[in-house]
């Protein structure tokens, strides 16, 4: 009988803080005990649980930035699209720029083949061809 009740004892104990952990993290009762408990939450569990990512940034980032870095050409018009009509966004993708800026120093090529470069790698790596196809054997496609 002891044990019985131990055992009803220790679920209703972990049902009412899981309910209190549910609440905390709903409906925001406290910001500090909310820091707290993410804090101590695995980073994986803390990325599915939460509602709202900030997305990361960097201090100055802006398409003028991007178009002072070389990272625009004729074809690929960040001044004209962005700059001149005043596009407040953070700029262009880090990793992307990065990637495509290493390229162009390796490789010793403007911005436009870099980036022709960069995107038949990615491409490459999600399985699409050159010619837009996908390379798998089981892709049914109708043309």
């Known amino acids: 009988m002891a044990r019985s009740l131990y055992f009803h004892a220790s679920w209703a104990l972990f049902a009412?803080?899981?309910l209190f952990v549910v609440a905390v993290r709903r409906?925001?009762?406290?910001p500090a005990i909310t820091r707290r408990l993410?804090?101590?939450t695995p980073a994986?569990?803390?990325d599915r649980l939460g509602r709202y990512v900030r997305l990361p940034t960097?201090?100055?980032a802006s398409f003028a930035a991007d178009v002072e870095s070389g990272f625009q050409?004729?074809?690929?018009?960040?001044q004209g699209a962005n700059v001149d009509s005043g596009d407040t966004r953070a700029g262009l993708d880090e990793r992307g720029k990065q990637e495509i800026g290493a390229i162009m120093r390796e490789q010793e090529i403007d911005f436009d083949k870099a980036r022709l470069?960069?995107?038949?790698e990615k491409m490459k790596a999600n399985g699409i061809d050159a010619s837009g196809r996908p390379t798998d054997p089981r892709a049914v496609m109708f043309s």
Request: proline share 8%; no cysteine.
């Open 16 to 18: 009412i803080l899981a």
């Open 27 to 30: 409906f925001g009762v406290s």
């Open 38 to 40: 993410s804090s101590l």
């Open 44 to 46: 994986p569990i803390r």
């Open 58 to 60: 960097t201090p100055n």
């Open 73 to 78: 050409s004729e074809l690929f018009d960040v």
């Open 117 to 120: 470069i960069w995107m038949r």
